[in-house]
Structure formats: structure tokens, C-alpha cells
């Protein structure tokens, strides 16, 4: 008879005996990776000295931003949702940054989960140095929506851009309902922001930043009307965006117009070859 | 949802398994190839079992709502399973306290006033204040027992049994004469195995000694293939003819039975219900420090520790109303929450025997105990085929100490030391010995008046493993007390080692060897 070796259990682990079937090891990575320790006092410290004496100083050093409407939020009481186009990664510093102190030290940025939560290392930076919380950009998570929910209830403001990823040719890409689907849910305005420029910086496919002046646009909070849904919503908001894209481009005066005609150009752009997209976008 | 049982094939990763030592256990390895039979996790817990208690009494199964069959001016007699149920004992609120608090609540609103309750001790000791407290709950308790309408059963009481009659083949029916002769029996069971319960409940557990003597003998447990499989159990059918006679000639009767999940340890102790290589860090650390802990503190301090464990157990479902169909429903539930498909027999059952056995609640596992609970209970804790072939070897693992509690198990002590040093042979000691340790007046005295098992007691232990001692070609104790052991005509062992080593004499070189990873309980349903 052969007897199976104590291999020090159990003062060490366990060892999976070869006839069990092993159950998939429960994720640690993408939307299941736990960013909780980031929101505790210690690491909300070390963020707010990050923030403040790194990202803030090289920012500005490449970006010189141009900030308007901040006024609009004079009013605000947190939480609230951000809400802006993305096309750089500069973004989300630049927008962190920007926001007033009595946000900012208290805010989580939506990130897509595949992206920056791939990697533990990974998900570690980025939810320590912007508060980024993990979500799943390709549809509604539930885990996701349910985690942001309980964060604005408990009085964390979000950041998070709809589009989903960086733009790919400098275009906006069309709004997704999840920021409308949390202002639905959690009743909390939502703010939109323009971000001109910055596709200079540092856009997708390009390895390092540039210096570039931006600009920074700060929409009227939108709150969700009784009864309305997500979808209507997130096409509000989208026309809100594209309202301030239209007062950085004109005058707010022209762009008021505009809207009220709704003529607001778009900022997705014209429905139509990759090249005549290009071309239109030089135009602007 | 919780897991099904599962049987482990041992291979050279699997980790040391456990076994339950009494008041303490150990870490074993078992030969590559070996099996371990684990039990299912708890079944989901009812959410609200008052509500369910309330339902069941409202809807029963086969008869009249509860509240239809109160009436004022009735006689109406609540009888409970005693402290052999449940093991170990619940956290409180106990099953019975929730039922029978349901029953009062109904009776006091349909006005009954002549109302008792009697705890169905059968030959069992009398239950203690406190137990009787901790099983019906202290708003019961206060109510009833200052007036002397909350009592154990008294099987010898010469003016408290009443003869029913006699079944077909000559089986007395005897019960309580307060239960015999009230206008309505209700009876609280918990079902812990799926033994208990039917009309085992009333037939046995408000029977005495004539009664329980047609089915609690040698012959009927050596037809019991297994007691826990109704179909193939001569305890079983004794029981059902006596319950039919019953609800022909006795007192209308309301079963209400309940079952339970079978979460059976609290923590830091709940990593004995864990599978080792699943075992957490928190696990390994309670496991350690309890077992240094309990090697190094004396027995008695060990046993105590032990004593007060109460089990998380939680009511997974709970039926009443006329007894057959009550029961057919609470064994679905039983099998449920322990049954364990296994496949073919062993040359070689390994098992680890716990503290603890009906029938030493707050008390003392005596060497006749830990024989009835290994040979009795765990071994036949199987549907289709014994887990161990005919002729294999059982190995126990338990301290087996030669100490008897004083109070509980006089006789016990009188059996070991005057039956068993002349024979351990059931059918022998039967004709020899059962007779005159049953009418003991002393005894008798003891069971009636202080908290003694009754005289037979002991030799229906004996019996419980009647069956077994017939089928098996040995039986090994390891770390039992050596003289202990032998008087129970059993071979000791130091290690697990060593009894595999003596098993291969009677079943070969290369056995198969099978563990039981037990309790919690579970029930090997062998193909």
C-alpha cells in the first residue's frame, strides 16, 4: 500500500488532488478586479498628491488648457456624473485636473475593464493615480452598473466617456446609454464637457504626447426628465456635447442658435468614406 | 445551490483527509486509489420557517387543517422528540420550540384548555430542565412545566401505559395512557436520518419495554439491510404495523415532522465539514490550533468543550398531517440533503467516530456507545448494499476511553463489565442476559426517578450492531484504549497505518479501501 505524502498540510495550502475537477479560478482581472482599497483614506492621499503635484504640473505643461463654463457648476451639489468625448489619453488626467476641489477630490473615472484592469499591475496604477474604476464597454454589466450606482450613492462623483474607447480618426464616436442608464438610475445630473484638441496630444496609435493647447468646455448640468429612458437620454447628452464643441468652434450665441434649430453640427461627423472624413475634420 | 456529495478517488496530490477521533481528530493518509465519501453541502434553509410551520399546520397532507381538529373541552397532548434529536444540538430556536409554539398558538385561539406535553423519551433518560427548556423554549417551558403539564415519558410507570392492542403477528401496542387517551396527538419530530420519524415516533417513542421489545432485538436488525432503508428495514415494517394499529385503535394523531439541512458545525469547528483541499488559510489555522489545543487539555475539559457545541442547523423543510404521507414526504427531504451515489462495496471501510451519538448528549461516549455508533449507526448508513462487502474489515477511529457517565449509563457499565466478559455474542446475550437487566427494579428506579437510560438500554446498542458484527470479518479501533477495545471483542490499533496493516490479514494485500468522511451525515446509496 502506498500512502500519499503529507507534503506539509496543513501547515502549508493544500495540494488539488488530480481526480478533481478544478473549478475555473474566480477572476481577478477586467470587470471582477476590486478597486475598493483605491477609494480607502491612505490611497485617496496618495492620489490627491498625484494628481496635484504630477498629473496636474504635466498637463498643463503639454496641454496649456483653455478652460470655460466652469461657472455652471457653481451651483452643483456632488455627486455628479462627468460626461465628455474622448480622444486622447490625456484625457482623463487633463479632465481630473480641471475639475473644481470639491469634486475632484472625490471622483472615479469609468475605464474599460479590458483595457486598464487586464493586468493586475495595470489596474493597480490606474486605480490608485485617477480612481479608475473597472466597467464593460461593450454592453451593460450588471456587476459594473450595480458598483457605480453604489458609488454615487455613497457620494463618489464619476467620470466617463461614452464613446466607449479613444476615437480612432478624431471624430466623436456615437454616445453609448451607459452614463445615461447610471443618471436614470442614481437621478444625479449629469455635466457634459467638450475636450478640443486634445486628439493632438496624444491621440490613438501614437506612443508619447505632444504638446498642443486644448480646450475645456463645460456644459449646464442635464438631469434626466420624469419618465424619460436612458436612450433618450444619452441623446441629449450627445447634443449637449456637440452644443459646446459648436461654442468653442463659434461663439456660445451662435451655438445657442444652432441648437435651437437644431442645427448643431455634428461631432461624430459626416456618414461617409474614411478619406471625406479626414478631409471634413481639417475643415474644422 | 449547494454541491451533491462526492466521491474522491485518493491520488498522490490529494491532501491528509480527516478523521473525527471523539473529542478530537486527526489528519490521515489513505493509500492512493482509496475512496472518500463526502457529504452534499447544506441544503438551502427554509427562509421563513415559522410561516412554512404555520403553512404546513394550515394545508396538512392527508387530513383536516390543524385548527378543524381543535375544539374547547378536548384533550389535547403535544409529544416531542427527546435530546437524542438533533445532533448536536440546534442553535436555538429549535425546530420543536417553532412547532410547538405554532400548535399552542392555534390551540389557545380554538380554546382548548386541558393541554400536556411530553417529551418521548421511549427508555431513554429523562431530559433535564434545561434540555427541556432549550428543546420547546422558554415561553413553553415557563407555561407548562411549573404545572407540571410539561414531563418526560415514564415507560415503567405502572398507572401511565395503556395497551392499544396487538398487531397481526403479536406485536403489543402499548403507549403513554395520556397520549392513549386524548382526543388529539400531536407529535413534533425532528428527521435527522432517515430512521427517524413515521410512526417510529409515537409507536416507539411513547412505547415501553413490552412494546419495543418485538422490534428492537437481535433478529429484526439483522433484517434490517439497512434500519436507514425503509424498504429493506424489519425495524421499519414492526414499527409500520404497530403505527397502522395505532391509527386504527389508538388516538387520533397529527404528525408534524421537520427536517433539517445539514450544517452541523460552528465555527471555529466548521472546517470539519469542509473538504480538505479546499481548506482556507483560516481553516488550516482553526485546525491546528484546535487540535494542539485539545491533545494538550484533559479529556474532561475536551468533552465539555464538546458538550456545548450547538449546530447551525436550519429547518429545510417541515410537513404534517397523517403520519404515512407525512413521512413519505420528510424522507424526499432526507435523502435529498444525504444521499451519495456510490459505486460497488469495499474490502475495507474506514471511518472517524465524533464525540458525539444520540445518546450521549451532555454526557459520556462509553466504549457499548461507540460500537452502536459504528457498527450501529455509521455502518448502516447505506441504501442497496453495505458500503463494505460481506467478510471486510471496519476501521474506527476513536480514543474508546473506559469511562462511563455514573447518572446516564448505569447499566452500561454493568453490561461491560458482566455481559461482555462472557460473550459478545448479540444473539447469546439476548437469551441470556436481556431479560433480567429489563425488570432490574433497581434500574428501574433509576430510569424513573433519576436520569438513567433505561436497564435494556445497552443491549439494544448492542444489537444496533447486530448486523454488522454478522457480516463483517473484523472490526479495528484505532487509538483506542487497547482494553477497551478488546473487551468489545474489537482488535486495537495505534495508527491508521498499523490497522491497515492487520486488515490485509483478513482481506488481502492490495484491498480496496473506502472513508466516510462523516459527519455530517450523509448516506451512501450503493450500486
Redesign the interface.
Known sequence: ???????G???R????????PRPPAPSRTGVDFDTAWARRPAARLARAALVDLAIRPAVHAIASPAVDGRERLAALEPPVIFVANHHSHVDTGLLLSLLPERFRRKTVVAAAADYFFDRRAKGTLHALAFGAVPVERTKVNRRSAEMTLGLLADGWNLVIFPEGGRSPDGWAQEFRGGAAYLAVRSGRPVVPVYLDGTRHVWPKGQRLPRPHKVGVTFGTPISADPGEDARRLAARIERAVAALADERASDWWTARRRAAEGATPSITGPEAAAWRRSWALKSR | MSRPG?V?????????VLFHHGEGFS?E????GSRVIYPPEPVKALADPDAAVRRALLEPLGTDPLPARLRPGMRLTIAFDDISLPLPPMKGPDNRQRVIEAVLDLAAAAGVDDVELIAATALHRRMTDPELKHAVGKRVFDAFAPHGLLYNHDAEDPDGMELIGHTDEGERVEINKRAATSDLLVYVNINLVAMDGGHKSVATGLAGYPSLKHHHNVRTMQHSRSFMDQHRSALHSSNWRMGRLLAQQGPPIFQIETTLNNDTFPKPFDFLQRR????S?R??AA??AAASGLERIPRKAARQIFQKILSPHAMSSVQAGEVEAVHAATTEQVYRSQLVPVEGQTDVLTMGLPYICPYNVNSIMNPILVMCLGLGYFFNLYRGKPLVRQGGVLIMHHPTPWEFHPVHHPSYLDFFEQVLTETTDPVEIEAKFEEGFATDPWYIHLYRKSYAYHGVHPFYMWYWGAHALEHLGGVIIVGGDPRAVRRLGFKPASTL?DA?EMA?DVVGR?PSITHLHAPPLLMADVS
Do not use: H, I, N
Open positions: 500500500m502506498k500512502l500519499v505524502p503529507r507534503k498540510f496543513p501547515l495550502a493544500p495540494t488539488w488532488p488530480g481526480t478533481v | 462526492y474522491l478517488e485518493v491520488d498522490r496530490s490529494t491532501p491528509p489528519l493518509r489513505l493509500p492512493v480538505e483541499w479546499e481548506w488559510a481553516d488550516r485546525y491546528l497505518r491497515l490485509s492490495d
